[in-house]
């Protein structure tokens, strides 16, 4: 190979990237389940734990069904990057001379279509199950919407930073979590906003903002990680 | 040959950023910072000492909080310094990471352990204080809360850097975990203190309602001097050990035990 | 409600982080030294031994 010029256009990297992650995740489409099931495991759990009254889950309902997003989200975060990285193909990309923050920006997006996506799709079976008011449930879903993608971002950057250790994914959620605290604030706050019928619209302008700064900052540090951990 | 001269008879206006450049050697900063250390203890103990005099003696007892109060010039200072100390490790980790000084990346890794002892004595202090004042031995205040989250941060870095075996590369991550914390640092802090306004009507704080009067205020603020000096100490004994570890073999550090430095 | 044990609880607790967190380093720099003495001297005998 002769000189780092990459071969290929910017946007057809990025598409090429996102299509081969997709078919590749769609290959193990049992692996694909996991994330989702284990969604739905965690809601039943609250009601087991805590009793099966109505008032009670709906109270909490928004609260848990964010929760379990989140938990979801950082048990399928450890795969956006590591099969990449063991098989080498990680580095391949880092070297293509393509710039490392797409690369990353393709991967956080696979991630968010394969794990966030269903999340925001199950919603309505989870606030069914936690007896979430119904006028409720349009901003929930909405807050799923604006919320996952900036899970899957700032969770990009736990994985880049913790890719190259064995038992990285235990430590992976302890780094994240702290940063997703204003996300599950702003988020639950919307929803109970709705239920007790006050003003919602600036929390979903939080989120909104949260995902615009996400996404034009996240990369970046997910691309830097990456390249302390492969050096 | 030109460049021992220069060391020894610098042109006035490099002086400084030679200076700067001479403390990114190990063995020069081992020395330079080794001069400051018992200053800085000698100063923290005497303000301490001031401090906890008139925090104790001086100052009356409040006659709604009782004299639970005191544990203010604990919990305050405390908190106070645990946030700066992360702002400071978040610092030194942002020039660690642009120039790749090895110092630097020490002293940055230096910071979170003491920040996060900090953060603990804040959260044990805020507990006491809360039992008598609110009954209960822990309460989800925003001060509270936003420490708790201090303190994940705080222990992620130094769980990322002990997980990582090459030093320089371990340093490195958890400085970019420390920036990126530090970046959210102020969303987290002020969604905390929403969220605790959101969900009691009120802010709870555990200065209550009563105003602070300007006495009750001169220990507080020499306690908060008197803790930065620890830091100093601490920071600067943490960064020395350190160097001595990674420097094991080298003459430096051989010449620097032969001494008894 | 007697409000002593608390204080002195918050304060015992903090000076016991406090102290620990001073001194730790100063354990390790110790244990290090003597490393490093310990390196030194046997270097400095296989050293005499080659001579």
Not at chain 1, 130 to 159: H, K, Q, R, Y
Not at chain 2, 130 to 156: K, N
Not at chain 2, 190 to 196: A, E, I, L
Request: include cysteine; proline fraction near 5%; glycine fraction near 8%.
């Amino acid at each position: 190979m002769t000189g780092n010029a990459p071969a290929g256009s910017l946007s057809g990297a990025f598409l090429a990237l996102v299509r081969r992650d997709l078919l590749l995740a769609f290959r193990r489409r049992t692996e694909l389940l996991f994330p989702v099931i284990f969604l739905l495991v965690v809601i039943s759990l609250f009601p087991l734990g805590i009793g099966p009254g109505p008032q009670l889950l709906a109270r909490i309902a928004p609260g848990v069904i964010w929760i379990a997003a989140l938990l979801a989200t950082v048990i399928s975060l450890d795969g956006l990057f590591r099969s990449d990285f063991e098989d080498g193909s990680l580095e391949q990309f880092v070297i293509s001379g393509h710039p490392l923050t797409l690369i990353a920006l393709a991967k956080i997006l696979t991630h968010w279509l394969v794990a966030g996506l269903p999340i925001v799709l199950l919603s309505p079976l989870l606030a069914v199950w936690m007896n979430l008011p119904t006028e409720t449930l349009g901003v929930m879903i909405a807050t799923l919407l604006l919320g996952t993608p900036v899970l899957s971002l700032i969770g990009s950057i736990g994985v880049g930073l913790t890719i190259s250790l064995k038992r990285g994914g235990q430590l992976l959620s302890l780094l994240v979590f702290p940063l997703y605290v204003p996300i599950l604030i702003v988020a639950t706050a919307a929803v109970m906003a709705v239920a007790d019928g006050l003003p919602y619209t600036q929390f979903l302008g939080l989120l909104v903002a949260g995902l615009v700064t996400s996404l034009t900052l996240a990369p970046f540090a997910a691309a830097a990680a990456l390249k302390i951990s492969l050096s | 040959m030109t460049i021992e001269k220069t060391i020894d008879n610098p042109p006035r206006k490099n002086a400084l950023v030679l200076f700067i450049h001479k403390l990114g050697s190990p063995a020069y900063f081992y020395t330079f910072a080794g001069r400051f250390i018992p200053w800085f203890w000698a100063i923290f103990l005497v303000l301490t000492a001031i401090g906890m005099y008139q925090a104790f003696f001086v100052v009356p007892a409040d006659y709604q909080q009782g004299q639970s109060f005191r544990i203010m010039y604990l919990h305050v200072p405390a908190a106070w310094m645990s946030m700066l100390a992360y702002v400071i490790m978040a610092v030194l980790g942002f020039i660690a990471l642009v120039w790749r000084i090895r110092v630097v990346e020490i002293l940055a890794m230096s910071c979170a352990p003491v920040g996060a002892a900090f953060t603990a004595a804040t959260l044990i202090a805020g507990s006491l204080w809360g039992r008598p004042t609110w009954g209960t031995y822990w309460v989800w205040d925003a001060r509270l809360t936003s420490e708790l989250v201090l303190l994940f941060l705080y222990l992620g870095v130094i769980g990322l850097h002990n997980a990582i075996d090459e030093p320089r590369k371990a340093a490195r991550a958890a400085c970019l975990l420390a920036l990126v914390g530090a970046v959210n640092l102020p969303i987290i802090h002020y969604s905390v203190k929403w969220w605790n306004t959101l969900h009691q009507g009120s802010s709870i704080s555990l200065l209550g309602g009563s105003s602070i009067d300007s006495s009750m205020l001169w220990p507080l603020l020499i306690m908060s001097i008197a803790v930065k000096f620890y830091f100093g100490a601490n920071l600067l004994t943490r960064a020395r050990v350190r160097l001595l570890e990674q420097d094991l073999r080298k003459s430096w550090v051989r010449d620097v035990v032969r001494e008894g430095r | 409600m007697d409000h002593t044990p608390f204080i002195a609880g918050a304060y015992g607790i903090g000076a016991v982080i406090l102290l620990w967190t001073a001194l730790s380093p100063l354990l390790r720099k110790k244990k290090i030294t003597q490393d490093i003495r310990r390196l030194i001297e046997l270097e400095e005998r296989s050293g005499d031994a080659k001579t």
